[in-house]
């Protein structure tokens, strides 16, 4: 009775695991009724027809990465690089994916190879640098275009490494040594050049502020001359009016009569004065003479001043 009841608990737990399917929040199972696809099973609980219904394929609903392996790719510029990277793609139909393709992970790692090589062959070596971010889209869009009938979707690519061959490598440090030298060359060029420009825009200027200089300078003594004339000329028609004034007044003539004499008598003592040699002037017998022309010299100017 025992042996019966055992084998009768075997059956039924056979038949209930046969039954029974929990799927997990990251899968999706496809079913299949006698060999043919039935249903896509999604996050849950399901029960299934014994010996009818089976599981046939069970897919990972998140994102995956795959290492794209290390190939060589020849350039626009025939440089020889090795490139690898990685692939991240996302199961988006579980049905396109169990019917589309027998293996969409190895299908998506070769075509993102082939398609790598594809991209690299029409850059060149310099811009397989400088471009990568363009190369990993173009990448990314061939390989989803596809890859669409697989019922999957390429997220994205990333270039990982691109190494050029030693050869390349020798080629490029040289490339780079002379391009570092003539860099080098046009900034001490282009240095010289603008300390040239400098030197002569300060020569430049200098010439000018110093003809601004000589031209103000003539412009002030010019100035300074013509109002010492106009001073002196002020001053001499000032002396003028106070002459003529001083001798219209009593007993101006007298004064300039005296003044004159006084003046006279100054300067021929002057010269007998500095002179080594006795000086007897021819008209020293005639005095008279002299204070008569004192006369004739002071009359007009009292003329003039009774006029005034």
Request: proline share 3%; net charge positive.
């Amino acid at each position: 009775m025992f042996t019966y009841f055992t084998v009768f608990l075997i059956i039924l737990g056979f038949i209930l695991f046969k039954t029974i399917v929990i799927v997990s929040m990251r899968e999706n199972f496809v079913v299949e009724r006698l060999g043919k696809f039935s249903r896509v099973l999604k996050p849950g609980i399901h029960f299934l027809v014994p010996f009818f219904d089976r599981v046939s394929y069970k897919h990972e609903m998140r994102e995956e990465v795959f290492d794209i392996p290390s190939q060589t790719c020849i350039t626009q510029d025939n440089m020889q690089i090795e490139v690898d990277g990685l692939v991240y793609l996302k199961v988006m139909d579980a049905k396109k994916a169990s019917y589309g393709i027998g293996n969409y992970r190895l299908a998506s790692i070769n075509l993102a190879q082939t398609t790598m090589r594809s991209e690299v062959g029409k850059l060149t070596l310099s811009k397989a640098f400088s471009e990568r971010d363009s190369l990993n889209e173009k990448i990314v869009k061939e390989v989803d275009f596809a890859s669409d009938p697989w019922g999957i979707k390429v997220l994205r690519y990333e270039i990982k490494n691109i190494r050029p061959s030693s050869h390349v490598m020798k080629t490029l440090e040289k490339q780079m040594e002379a391009e570092r030298s003539k860099r080098a060359e046009i900034t001490l060029a282009q240095a010289d050049k603008l300390s040239n420009i400098i030197l002569s825009e300060g020569q430049k200027i200098e010439a000018i502020n110093i003809s601004e200089g000589e031209k103000q300078k003539r412009i002030n003594e010019a100035l300074g001359k013509a109002e010492e004339i106009r001073l002196i000329a002020d001053a001499t028609a000032q002396g003028a009016q106070l002459v003529a004034a001083a001798i219209k007044s009593p007993g101006g003539t007298d004064a300039v009569k005296l003044q004159l004499t006084e003046q006279f008598i100054e300067k021929v003592s002057g010269v007998y004065r500095d002179s080594k040699i006795s000086v007897l002037p021819e008209q020293m017998g005639n005095m008279k003479a002299f204070f008569e022309g004192a006369d004739k010299v002071t009359n007009p100017l009292n003329k003039g001043a009774s006029h005034v």
